[in-house]
């Protein structure tokens, strides 16, 4: 069992900066941000891979960095010159199995998710 805890969200204008923490409650190597915006559709934004290298959405990159704080358990998403298109609910998510790329059944947890809301 994992709990995810996340914090850092909130409201900022256009070009500003925000950090989100997500607290995992043991260490897990599989984790990332999604982001649910316009269409109530959960979007992977940025994440550690299979193999321990990052990726990133197109729309985020060289705006956001992912990394981590392995001996805290805890993974960061900073997000730099935001814009308004950023707005929506950012979710930490970790996997604890994987069975040909995809989360097994039950394994995968989510955060509660935080707000983001970025004005113009």
């Known amino acids: 069992q994992v709990q995810l805890v996340e914090s850092g969200g909130g409201s900022v204008q256009a070009g500003g900066s925000l950090r989100l923490s997500c607290v995992a409650s043991?260490?897990?190597?599989?984790m990332g941000w999604y982001r649910k915006g316009l269409g109530n559709e959960r979007e992977l934004i940025a994440d550690?891979?299979?193999?321990?290298?990052?990726h990133y959405a197109d729309s985020v990159k060289g705006r956001f960095t992912i990394s981590r704080d392995i001996t805290m358990n805890t993974m960061y998403l900073q997000m730099n010159s935001l814009k308004p298109e950023d707005t929506g609910v950012y979710y930490c998510?970790?996997?604890?199995?994987?069975?040909?790329?995809?989360?097994?059944?039950?394994?995968?947890?989510w955060g509660q998710g935080t707000q983001v809301t970025v004005s113009s």
């Open positions: 043991r260490s897990i190597n599989d």
């Open positions: 550690f891979t299979s193999d321990r290298s990052t």
């Open positions: 998510y970790a996997c604890l199995l994987r069975v040909r790329g995809a989360c097994y059944r039950g394994q995968a947890y």
